[in-house]
Protein backbone atom coordinates (compact mmCIF):
# COMPACT_ATOMS: atom_id res chain seq x y z
CA UNK A 1 0.00 0.00 0.00
CA UNK A 2 1.37 3.54 -0.70
CA UNK A 3 -0.05 7.56 -0.82
CA UNK A 4 -1.15 8.07 -4.12
CA UNK A 5 0.46 11.83 -3.41
CA UNK A 6 2.02 14.03 -1.32
CA UNK A 7 -0.29 13.19 2.04
CA UNK A 8 -0.23 15.08 5.55
CA UNK A 9 -2.11 13.27 8.13
CA UNK A 10 -2.66 14.81 11.44
CA UNK A 11 -3.03 12.66 14.76
CA UNK A 12 -4.02 14.79 17.83
CA UNK A 13 -5.86 13.46 20.82
CA UNK A 14 -4.96 13.41 24.53
CA UNK A 15 -1.76 11.90 26.44
CA UNK A 16 -1.04 8.10 26.38
CA UNK A 17 -3.95 7.28 24.03
CA UNK A 18 -1.41 5.64 21.90
CA UNK A 19 -1.03 8.12 19.39
CA UNK A 20 2.12 6.93 18.19
CA UNK A 21 2.06 3.65 18.25
CA UNK A 22 -0.63 4.42 15.52
CA UNK A 23 1.03 6.72 13.50
CA UNK A 24 4.17 4.56 13.41
CA UNK A 25 2.05 1.71 12.11
CA UNK A 26 0.39 3.54 9.21
CA UNK A 27 3.72 5.61 8.61
CA UNK A 28 5.00 2.08 8.07
CA UNK A 29 2.68 0.55 6.30
CA UNK A 30 2.79 3.17 3.55
CA UNK A 31 5.37 3.97 3.49
CA UNK A 32 5.44 7.49 4.79
CA UNK A 33 7.30 9.82 7.30
CA UNK A 34 6.65 9.89 11.16
CA UNK A 35 7.19 12.94 13.46
CA UNK A 36 6.28 12.49 17.15
CA UNK A 37 5.82 16.43 18.00
CA UNK A 38 5.64 15.15 21.77
CA UNK A 39 9.56 13.78 21.88
CA UNK A 40 10.15 17.44 21.02
CA UNK A 41 8.14 19.66 23.89
CA UNK A 42 9.67 16.71 25.94
CA UNK A 43 13.41 17.40 24.49
CA UNK A 44 12.93 21.39 25.26
CA UNK A 45 11.96 20.17 28.92
CA UNK A 46 14.82 18.13 29.25
CA UNK A 47 17.10 20.72 28.06
CA UNK A 48 15.64 22.81 30.34
CA UNK A 49 15.84 20.73 32.97
CA UNK A 50 19.35 19.86 32.29
CA UNK A 51 20.30 23.86 32.86
CA UNK A 52 18.21 23.89 35.87
CA UNK A 53 16.05 26.60 34.54
CA UNK A 54 13.10 24.16 35.00
CA UNK A 55 12.29 22.11 37.67
CA UNK A 56 8.93 20.56 39.43
CA UNK A 57 8.85 24.41 41.41
CA UNK A 58 10.22 26.57 38.78
CA UNK A 59 10.10 27.73 35.49
CA UNK A 60 12.14 30.23 34.05
CA UNK A 61 10.48 31.59 31.38
CA UNK A 62 12.47 34.08 29.62
CA UNK A 63 15.90 32.31 30.31
CA UNK A 64 14.27 28.84 28.44
CA UNK A 65 13.06 31.17 25.34
CA UNK A 66 16.33 32.99 25.03
CA UNK A 67 18.31 29.25 24.78
CA UNK A 68 15.70 28.05 22.38
CA UNK A 69 18.62 28.87 19.81
CA UNK A 70 20.98 26.38 21.26
CA UNK A 71 18.71 23.42 20.68
CA UNK A 72 18.68 21.24 18.04
CA UNK A 73 16.02 18.00 17.84
CA UNK A 74 16.52 15.07 15.37
CA UNK A 75 14.88 11.66 14.80
CA UNK A 76 16.78 8.50 13.58
CA UNK A 77 15.73 4.91 12.83
CA UNK A 78 17.50 2.84 15.62
CA UNK A 79 17.49 -0.76 13.57
CA UNK A 80 18.37 -1.96 16.09
CA UNK A 81 15.71 -1.42 18.41
CA UNK A 82 13.63 -0.79 15.53
CA UNK A 83 12.34 2.08 16.94
CA UNK A 84 12.84 5.93 15.96
CA UNK A 85 14.81 7.75 18.38
CA UNK A 86 15.20 11.37 19.30
CA UNK A 87 18.24 13.03 19.82
CA UNK A 88 19.06 16.45 21.61
CA UNK A 89 21.73 18.00 20.40
CA UNK A 90 23.13 14.71 18.62
CA UNK A 91 22.74 12.76 22.15
CA UNK A 92 20.48 9.82 22.12
CA UNK A 93 17.84 11.15 24.70
CA UNK A 94 15.04 9.01 23.69
CA UNK A 95 14.39 7.17 27.27
CA UNK A 96 15.29 10.10 29.44
CA UNK A 97 12.28 12.18 27.80
CA UNK A 98 10.27 9.56 28.51
CA UNK A 99 10.89 9.76 32.27
CA UNK A 100 7.75 10.75 34.90
CA UNK A 101 9.77 13.65 36.10
CA UNK A 102 9.69 15.05 32.15
CA UNK A 103 6.05 14.14 32.37
CA UNK A 104 5.39 16.51 34.79
CA UNK A 105 7.56 19.36 33.54
CA UNK A 106 6.57 19.13 30.28
CA UNK A 107 2.99 20.71 30.07
CA UNK A 108 4.04 24.08 31.67
CA UNK A 109 6.92 24.24 28.98
CA UNK A 110 4.44 23.56 26.19
CA UNK A 111 2.41 26.30 27.37
CA UNK A 112 4.94 29.07 26.50
CA UNK A 113 3.86 31.01 23.20
CA UNK A 114 7.72 31.09 21.99
CA UNK A 115 8.38 27.50 22.23
CA UNK A 116 4.83 26.39 20.25
CA UNK A 117 6.13 29.22 17.58
CA UNK A 118 9.76 27.79 17.24
CA UNK A 119 8.29 24.12 17.33
CA UNK A 120 5.81 24.79 14.96
CA UNK A 121 7.90 25.95 12.48
CA UNK A 122 10.48 22.59 12.27
CA UNK A 123 7.21 20.82 12.19
CA UNK A 124 6.08 22.24 8.94
CA UNK A 125 9.47 22.17 7.67
CA UNK A 126 9.23 18.13 8.24
CA UNK A 127 6.88 18.07 5.64
CA UNK A 128 8.83 19.68 3.04
CA UNK A 129 10.51 16.50 1.88
CA UNK A 130 7.53 14.23 1.48
CA UNK A 131 4.07 13.07 3.16
CA UNK A 132 4.10 12.75 6.80
CA UNK A 133 2.10 11.76 9.83
CA UNK A 134 2.31 13.79 12.96
CA UNK A 135 0.77 13.27 15.80
CA UNK A 136 0.83 15.59 18.99
CA UNK A 137 -1.91 18.06 20.30
CA UNK A 138 -2.48 20.84 17.72
CA UNK A 139 -1.63 19.60 14.33
CA UNK A 140 -4.76 19.48 12.94
CA UNK A 141 -5.87 22.44 14.67
CA UNK A 142 -2.83 25.19 14.45
CA UNK A 143 0.39 23.18 12.21
CA UNK A 144 -1.54 21.19 8.93
CA UNK A 145 -4.79 22.90 9.07
CA UNK A 146 -5.34 21.92 5.46
CA UNK A 147 -4.07 18.23 6.32
CA UNK A 148 -5.50 15.58 4.40
CA UNK A 149 -6.57 13.27 6.99
CA UNK A 150 -7.26 14.81 10.54
CA UNK A 151 -7.91 12.04 13.30
CA UNK A 152 -8.85 12.98 17.31
CA UNK A 153 -7.63 10.21 19.60
CA UNK A 154 -8.93 9.94 22.79
CA UNK A 155 -9.80 7.20 25.34
CA UNK A 156 -10.93 6.97 28.83
CA UNK A 157 -7.94 8.57 31.67
CA UNK A 158 -7.60 4.93 33.54
CA UNK A 159 -7.59 2.96 30.26
CA UNK A 160 -4.46 5.21 29.78
CA UNK A 161 -2.90 5.66 32.72
CA UNK A 162 -2.84 1.65 32.53
CA UNK A 163 -0.85 2.15 29.32
CA UNK A 164 1.15 4.45 30.43
CA UNK A 165 1.71 2.54 33.81
CA UNK A 166 2.78 -0.73 31.50
CA UNK A 167 4.83 0.82 29.33
CA UNK A 168 6.99 2.62 32.52
CA UNK A 169 7.15 -1.08 34.40
CA UNK A 170 7.89 -2.70 30.90
CA UNK A 171 11.05 -0.19 30.38
CA UNK A 172 12.41 -0.85 34.14
CA UNK A 173 11.52 1.82 35.61
CA UNK A 174 9.77 2.94 38.87
CA UNK A 175 6.09 3.87 38.59
CA UNK A 176 2.66 4.22 40.57
CA UNK A 177 -0.85 3.86 39.21
CA UNK A 178 -2.42 6.65 40.62
CA UNK A 179 0.15 8.91 40.28
CA UNK A 180 0.69 8.03 36.66
CA UNK A 181 -3.30 8.55 36.80
CA UNK A 182 -2.76 12.02 38.38
CA UNK A 183 -0.21 12.56 35.79
CA UNK A 184 -2.47 12.04 33.09
CA UNK A 185 -5.65 14.02 34.45
CA UNK A 186 -3.26 16.87 34.90
CA UNK A 187 -1.56 17.29 31.51
CA UNK A 188 -5.49 16.72 30.02
CA UNK A 189 -6.81 19.69 32.06
CA UNK A 190 -3.65 22.09 31.28
CA UNK A 191 -3.45 20.86 27.78
CA UNK A 192 -7.05 21.73 27.18
CA UNK A 193 -7.32 24.56 28.97
CA UNK A 194 -3.73 26.85 27.84
CA UNK A 195 -3.98 30.37 26.21
CA UNK A 196 -2.49 29.01 23.25
CA UNK A 197 -3.07 26.20 21.25
CA UNK A 198 -5.06 24.32 23.64
CA UNK A 199 -5.82 20.55 22.54
CA UNK A 200 -8.82 20.55 20.93
CA UNK A 201 -10.86 18.45 18.02
CA UNK A 202 -10.47 20.28 14.85
CA UNK A 203 -13.97 20.75 13.83
CA UNK A 204 -12.92 18.40 10.75
CA UNK A 205 -11.08 15.94 12.39
CA UNK A 206 -12.22 12.15 12.89
CA UNK A 207 -13.07 11.05 16.29
CA UNK A 208 -11.46 7.66 17.21
CA UNK A 209 -12.07 6.64 20.85
CA UNK A 210 -9.72 3.20 21.21
CA UNK A 211 -10.98 2.71 25.17
CA UNK A 212 -12.62 -0.49 23.31
CA UNK A 213 -10.29 -1.29 20.74
CA UNK A 214 -7.40 -3.33 20.01
CA UNK A 215 -4.85 -2.20 18.55
CA UNK A 216 -5.13 -3.97 14.84
CA UNK A 217 -9.17 -2.36 15.03
CA UNK A 218 -7.81 0.42 15.18
CA UNK A 219 -5.37 0.53 12.66
CA UNK A 220 -8.12 -0.84 10.50
CA UNK A 221 -10.31 2.06 11.12
CA UNK A 222 -7.47 4.43 9.86
CA UNK A 223 -6.86 2.55 7.20
CA UNK A 224 -10.14 2.64 5.99
CA UNK A 225 -10.76 6.39 6.33
CA UNK A 226 -7.07 6.46 4.02
CA UNK A 227 -8.99 4.27 1.47
CA UNK A 228 -12.46 6.24 1.51
CA UNK A 229 -11.05 9.68 0.87
CA UNK A 230 -8.50 8.22 -1.84
CA UNK A 231 -5.26 8.77 -0.47
CA UNK A 232 -3.87 5.15 -0.37
CA UNK A 233 -3.71 2.55 -2.93
O1 LIG B 1 2.40 13.17 23.26
P1 LIG B 1 3.25 13.33 24.52
O2 LIG B 1 2.58 12.85 25.76
O3 LIG B 1 4.62 12.79 24.37
O4 LIG B 1 3.39 14.92 24.67
C1 LIG B 1 4.10 15.49 25.72
C2 LIG B 1 3.54 16.84 26.07
O5 LIG B 1 3.78 17.78 25.04
C3 LIG B 1 2.06 16.90 26.38
O6 LIG B 1 1.84 17.18 27.74
C4 LIG B 1 1.51 18.03 25.55
C5 LIG B 1 2.65 18.58 24.80
N1 LIG B 1 2.43 18.65 23.36
C6 LIG B 1 1.88 19.78 22.85
O7 LIG B 1 1.53 20.69 23.59
N2 LIG B 1 1.71 19.92 21.50
C7 LIG B 1 2.07 18.94 20.67
N3 LIG B 1 1.91 19.10 19.36
C8 LIG B 1 2.63 17.74 21.20
C9 LIG B 1 2.78 17.62 22.54
Redesign the pocket.
Do not use: E
Given at each position: MKATKKIIIAVDGH??CG?STLSKEVAKKIGIGYVD???M??SVTLYGMRKGIVSDDELRTEELVSRLGEISISFKFDQEKGRNTTYLNGENVEDEIRTIEVSRN??KV?AIKEVRAKLTDWQRHAADEGSVIM?????GTVVFPQADLKIFMTATAEVRAQRRYDELIGKGEQANYEEVLANVKE?DEI?STREVSPLRKADDALLLDNSNLSREEQYDVVIGWLKERNLVE
Open positions: SSKTGAYRVSSDGRDIRD
